[in-house]
């Protein structure tokens, strides 16, 4: 079946950086979209980035435009999300999420979550 696991997430100071991965099995990652959203308390879902399926177009949003990256491994099934220049509003839970329609137009799956903080 359909499974996604996030790793890498953590505390980091103002101004660092961290690399969240998104594992997935059951299926093969660049037949999917692959998105990353985060949930900080009290607030609703916001999609951060995601990567489509044909042609690995990538979106942000722009409140971490320059700062995050969104990558695909193939081979390894997995996909990163490289966070530069992290800021206290950052902090969140971390999903990544599959759209098998391969658009980055919704999702079907969903991984657990990450808890990212940052904070001095």
């Known amino acids: 079946q359909v499974q996604l696991v996030e790793s890498g997430g953590g505390l980091v100071q103002p101004g660092g950086s961290l690399r969240l991965s998104c594992a997935a099995s059951?299926?093969?990652?660049?037949?999917?979209?692959i998105g990353w959203l985060r949930q900080a308390p009290g607030k609703d879902d916001e999609g951060v980035s995601c990567i489509t399926s044909s042609n690995g177009s990538t979106y942000y949003a722009d409140s971490v435009k320059g700062r995050f990256t969104i990558s695909r491994d193939n081979a390894k099934n997995t996909v990163y999300l490289q966070m530069n220049s992290l800021k206290p509003e950052d902090t969140a839970v971390y999903y990544c999420a599959a759209d098998p329609r391969g658009s980055c137009g919704g999702y079907d799956f969903w991984g657990q979550g990450t808890q990212v903080t940052v904070s001095s």
């Open positions: 059951g299926f093969a990652l660049d037949s999917f979209a």
